[in-house]
């Protein structure tokens, strides 16, 4: 198994650091974007809203959670040493690989499984754990 990734908060509090942390990095993904992208003064201020800034910040912590790689029965045997756990699992049983986030705070953990797209399977689950577990955290 493998783990790849940078936040693994384990209480909201550090969720919603972790969070707030991302807050100043995507207003310069952002701004760096537009510059790339040769909007003038003008489009700038009427492309750029603040939802347009909460989006960046939302895929680039989401692109930051932890998450383990490995096989269906490494996922299994994770799933039984955590039987208080609610999982919630995307994909088919029957394929030898899942990538699963775990928010301890919430006990709950979000998976994934994939044949050969990794990297696809990765950032799939990384938006649906966001979507599932972060989002009405931070919207609270």
């Not at 510059?35 to 489009?43: G, N, V």
């Not at 909460?54 to 996922?75: N, Q």
């Amino acid at each position: 198994m493998e783990r790849e990734g940078v936040y693994a908060p384990e209480t909201e509090a550090e969720a919603r650091a972790a969070y707030e942390d991302t807050g100043p990095a995507a207003k310069v993904v952002v701004r760096e974007t537009v510059t790339a992208m040769d909007f003038d003064r003008e489009e700038y201020k009427s492309r750029v809203t603040g939802d347009v800034v909460e989006t960046a910040r939302d895929a680039l912590f989401a692109s930051l959670l932890v998450v383990s790689v490995g096989t269906r029965e490494e996922f299994d045997a994770w799933c039984e040493e955590h039987p208080d756990y609610e999982v919630h699992e995307a994909g088919s049983e029957n394929v030898d690989n899942v990538v699963w986030h775990v928010a301890p705070f919430a006990e709950t953990a979000v998976a994934a499984t994939y044949q050969q797209e990794r990297e696809a399977a990765v950032g799939t689950l990384r938006r649906q754990a966001f979507g599932r577990i972060y989002r009405p955290v931070f919207e609270a």
